[in-house]
């Protein structure tokens, strides 16, 4: 099963966004992880705890931001989301969500695939933290801009 329609993964990623944003990522608690993927109108990424984080997951909404495929998302390093010049802003952005388990009102500017820049805002970054209090990445969502 893809981490796409994985309801644990789903419980993982809005779960730990409820305690520790303390909000719903959704809009409407009977929505599930196959909405999340193919029909939120708002960009989710994570990815892992590598120590070049690799990204596990991307909404439709993230893969349309960026230009990639699920396919060639996931496995990337999350490092390429950013050019070289950013990547020390978002290191530090990724430092203080690891220390105070979220940052929200982010804005940077990322890079797609075919090397067009755009900018996030609104973003919220956070740690996805299971039950147990393990932390199994992190993840981000922001909206998209027309």
């Known amino acids: 099963m893809s981490l796409a329609d994985d309801p644990t993964f ?23 992880p196959d909405w999340l993927y193919a029909q939120a ?11 070049d984080p690799l990204f596990v997951y991307a909404n439709r909404a993230a893969q349309r931001a960026f230009g990639y495929t699920w396919e060639e998302f996931v496995g990337m390093p999350s490092r390429l989301s950013a050019e070289a010049p950013e990547r020390a802003e978002r290191q530090r952005l990724l ?7 979220f940052v929200s009102d982010y804005a940077g500017i990322r890079v797609a695939k075919d090397g067009r820049r755009f900018p996030v805002t609104e973003g919220i970054v956070w740690q996805l933290i299971d039950e147990d209090g393990t932390v199994r990445g992190q993840a981000a969502t922001f909206p998209l801009t027309a």
Request: no cysteine.
């Open 10 to 32: 789903f419980a993982l990623l809005t779960g730990s966004f409820r305690r520790l944003v303390g909000r719903s990522l959704i809009p409407e608690p009977d929505l599930g």
């Open 41 to 51: 109108s708002f960009a989710v990424l994570s990815h892992d705890t590598s120590a």
């Open 95 to 101: 430092d203080a969500v690891a220390r105070d388990g």
